[in-house]
Each structure stands twice: as C-alpha cells, then as structure tokens.
C-alpha cells in the first residue's frame, strides 16, 4: 500500500500501542492507481508493523458491513455510530 492518508486509532480491546487506519493506493495497483484500499496497522511484539495487517478494497467494505449487521455481529451502538457518521454531513 501507498499511503494517502493515515489517522491515529485505538486504543483497543486488542492493542494500545500504534494502531493506525491508513487509506492508499491498494498494494495489488500495478502503477495505474485505479485500486484503493483501506488497512487496519497494529505493532507486533517487536514494536514493527505487523506483517498481518488487514488491507481491503473499498468496494467490499460495505458489503462487509452489511454481512456482518446480518449476522448480528454489530451492536445497535455500532449501528447508531454509522447513521451518524453518514448523516452529520
């Protein structure tokens, strides 16, 4: 990934050190920068970049999100958070 933009994150349940979004040109572009992606940066034990942080293309995300309110996996407080982030333009 080709970092575009890049906000402090966390801490959370999982981690309290580093944790970072990121928003770029997806590491699988081939140079034409047609590919975006978005990536959740966490520190490993030795204080680097993990090697297993999560990068997705954008137009999976929201099918993600999607999937996962079906399944129940979101909280009516997770729920409550993206109506207002798409509704306090």
Do not use: H
């Not at 402090?8 to 309290?16: I, K, L, R």
């Not at 770029?24 to 140079?31: I, L, Q, R, Y």
Request: charged content about 25%.
């Amino acid at each position: 990934m080709i970092t575009t933009y890049k906000e402090e994150y966390g801490p959370s349940q999982y981690n309290n050190t580093g944790e970072q979004l990121r928003i770029g040109w997806a590491s699988w572009d081939d140079n034409t920068f047609q590919y975006r992606s978005i990536k959740y940066v966490y520190l490993d034990t030795s204080g680097k970049i993990s090697r297993g942080c999560p990068e997705l293309p954008f137009d999976i995300l929201v099918d993600m999100v999607i999937a996962a309110n079906q399944q129940g996996e979101l909280s009516e407080g997770d729920i409550e958070k993206i109506k207002k982030a798409f509704t306090d333009k």
